[in-house]
C-alpha cells in the first residue's frame, strides 16, 4: 500500500494548502476562527510530509485494489479532517461537524449549517470548497479508477483510448490533465457570469462550485430565491446541465468533435428529460389548480427544477418547487441521476438506458425467438458481461436502499421519511429530504438525529460516491487473495 500512503499525503498536502487559504480569509475579513484553520493546516502539513519523506523513494504502482483503496481512505479521511476548524468556529459538535463536512465532500448538500447563527464566512468558504474539491474527485475517480476498472458496467473501457488517446493503466496525473482544465475552466467562466450578472464575488464563486460539482450548498441561507433574476437561473441552468453531463463529452465539444459528441446518447437523453420535466413542472405550476405563476414564470421555475434533480444538484428556485411535483416522480429522477463520468449522483442514466434496452430486446425475443439483435446504446457496443454488471449495481442499490432504510427508520417519525432519507443520501441530494413533502409536518434534520441515524447517512453519502461496489470489492477476500 506505498502507492496510497504516497498519493494521501500529497492529497493531505493540497487540503492543508485550502486550510491556509482559509485562515487568511478569515484573517482578511477580521474574523475569529483563523487559528483552528492554520493549527488543522500545521498538523495537516507535519503528518503528510511525515508520511511522504518515509514512502517517496520506494517504488509502487496503484493496481485496481489499491486504487480502491485510495478512494475509500480519502472519502474517509477529507471529511474527517475538515471537521476540526468547523467544530472549532461554529456550535456543532464533533459528530454534527464530521456529518457537515461528509455532506459538503459528497456534494450532498448542507445539514444544517444555515440554521447555525452568525456562522463565520471563513467557514462557510470552506464548506463551498470542499464542495467544489469532492466534484473534482469525484470525476478523478470515475477517469482514473472506476470507469477504467468497468465499476457496475461502466462504458469506459475502449473510450479512454479511442476517444482520449490514453491507455487504460494511466496514472492519476493523466487523469488531473484531463479533468482538472475543464472543471476549473468551467468553474471560472460560471462565476464569471454570475458576477457579470450582478452576483458578488464570494457568491458567484459559491454559487459556481455548487452547480459544476451537482451541491446543494449555497451561499445564502435563502438559495436561489435570494439572487433572484433570470439571468442568474439560465447561468446555473447551463452549468447544472455541464456537471451533470460526461467530462469526456465535454472533452469532445471543447476538441470540436462534433460528430462524436453527439452520438453519446447518454448526455443528449439527460438534456432531453431536464427538457420533458421541465415542461411537465411549468404545467402543473401554471395549468392546475395549484399553479400561481405566469407562464414565463412557470417555465422559467419548471426547468430550473428539473435540471436540478435530473442532475442531482437540489438547488430550489423557489421554497416549494419540488414539493409540487409527485414525490413518486422526484424519487426516480435523482435514483437514476446524471450522466457517467459526471458529478452527478444515482445509478446514472447510462446504466438505466442499458436496462431499458434489455429489457425491450427480451421483449421483443418472445415475438421474434430467432432474431439477432446488436446491443448498442449509441456508439457504445454492450456486451453480457456489461449487462450483468448493471443489473448487478441495480440489485444491490435497491437492497441497500431498503437494507438503510429499515436501520434507519426507527430514528425518523415515519417510513416515507426514512425512505426520503436514504434515497437522498445515496443520490447525494440531501436538499430533497428537506423539500417540505408532507404538508403539516416537518421532518426532522439529519444533525438533530441520533448519533446511528448520523452515521448511516454520512456512510450512505460516501456510498453514493463510491459507486456501492467499490466496498464490496474491497470486502471480498478472494479479490484481495489476487
Partial sequence: ?????????????????????????????????A????????????????????????????????????????WLGVPTIAAFPIAATTSLGPMAAWLEAVSAFTTTGAVQIH?????????LGW??????????????????????????????????????????????????????????GATVLCTVLLFA???????????????????GLLPDADGVAAYGHFAVKLV???????????VLWHRMLVTRRFRLAFGQQENVAVVLACLVVGLLAAAIRYGTPDGHLSLPLALEDGFFSAVALVTTTGMEPHAGAFASLPISLVMVLVFVGG???????????????????????????????????????????VTLQMMKAIWIMFGVACTLIAGLTAAIAPAMPSFEAAFVAILSALSNVGPVYAAGWPQGVIWPEWGSLPGYAQLILAAAMILGRLEILVVLSLANFALWRR
Avoid at 500500500?1 to 475579513?29: K, Y
Avoid at 440554521?115 to 467557514?123: E, K, N, Q, S
Avoid at 469525484?138 to 468497468?150: D, K, R, S
Avoid at 446555473?236 to 460526461?246: A, E, W
Fill in 197 to 215: 450578472a450582478g452576483v458578488r464575488v464570494f457568491d458567484a464563486l459559491g454559487m459556481a462550485g455548487a452547480a459544476l460539482s451537482t451541491g
Fill in 1 to 33: 500500500m506505498i502507492a496510497v500512503a504516497r498519493h494521501t499525503s500529497i492529497a493531505a498536502g493540497v487540503m492543508a494548502g485550502f486550510l491556509l487559504l482559509t485562515a487568511l480569509g478569515a484573517l482578511f475579513r477580521g474574523e475569529g476562527g
Fill in 35 to 74: 487559528g483552528a484553520f492554520v493549527l488543522t493546516s500545521l498538523l495537516t502539513i507535519f503528518g503528510a510530509g511525515a508520511v511522504y519523506l518515509a514512502v517517496r523513494n520506494r517504488g509502487s504502482r496503484l493496481n485496481r485494489l489499491s486504487s480502491y483503496s485510495l478512494l475509500l481512505v480519502l
Fill in 339 to 381: 450522466a457517467s463520468f459526471s458529478t452527478a449522483g444515482g445509478i446514472k442514466m447510462y446504466r438505466a438506458g442499458i436496462m431499458f434496452l434489455q429489457s425491450y430486446l427480451e421483449l421483443e425475443r418472445l415475438v421474434h425467438p430467432s432474431a439477432v439483435h446488436m446491443r448498442r446504446l449509441g456508439q457504445q457496443s
Fill in 236 to 246: 446555473l441552468i447551463v452549468f447544472m446541465l455541464v456537471g451533470g453531463t460526461s
Fill in 127 to 184: 464548506l463551498l470548497t470542499l464542495q467544489w474539491a469532492g466534484g473534482l474527485f469525484t470525476l478523478l475517480g470515475f477517469v482514473a479508477v472506476l470507469g477504467p476498472a468497468g465499476i457496475g458496467g461502466l462504458p469506459d473501457r475502449s473510450a479512454r483510448v479511442n476517444l482520449l488517446g490514453i491507455g487504460e493503466q494511466s496514472a492519476l496525473d493523466d487523469a488531473l490533465r484531463l479533468v482538472l482544465p475543464i472543471y476549473l
Fill in 115 to 123: 440554521d447555525i447563527a452568525d456562522v463565520p464566512r471563513a467557514t
